[in-house]
C-alpha cells in the first residue's frame, strides 16, 4: 500500500511530470491518430471517443512516471 501511495504522489511531482508530459504529448498523440484520427476528420467524435482520446494521453504519462519512480527507487537502493 505505501508503494502505491508513493506512485500516487510521483504522479504529480514535477521533477517526473516534465519528461512524463513530454512522453504523453508525442506517444499520445501517434495513438490518438491511429485510432480516432478518422473519426476526428470525418466529424464522428461521440463522447465515448473523447473519453477514450483523453485516456490515450493519460496511459502514457502514467507509464513515464512509473518508470521514471521505479528507476529512482532502485538507485537509491543500492
Given at each position: 500500500?505505501?508503494?502505491?501511495r508513493?506512485y500516487i504522489?510521483?504522479?504529480?511531482?514535477?521533477?517526473?511530470?516534465?519528461?512524463?508530459?513530454?512522453?504523453?504529448?508525442?506517444?499520445?498523440?501517434?495513438?490518438?491518430?491511429?485510432?480516432?484520427?478518422?473519426a476526428?476528420?470525418?466529424?464522428?467524435m461521440?463522447?465515448?471517443r473523447?473519453?477514450?482520446?483523453?485516456?490515450t494521453y493519460?496511459?502514457?504519462?502514467?507509464?513515464?512516471?512509473?518508470?521514471q519512480?521505479?528507476g529512482?527507487?532502485r538507485?537509491a537502493q543500492?
Open positions: 500500500m505505501k508503494a502505491l508513493e504522489f510521483a504522479l504529480i511531482n514535477p521533477k517526473l511530470a516534465s519528461t512524463a508530459v513530454r512522453v504523453a504529448m508525442v506517444v499520445g498523440s501517434i495513438l490518438f491518430t491511429i485510432n480516432h484520427g478518422s476526428l476528420i470525418q466529424g464522428e461521440t463522447n465515448g473523447w473519453v477514450s482520446g483523453i485516456v493519460m496511459v502514457p504519462y502514467m507509464v513515464s512516471v512509473h518508470g519512480y521505479t529512482r527507487s538507485r543500492v
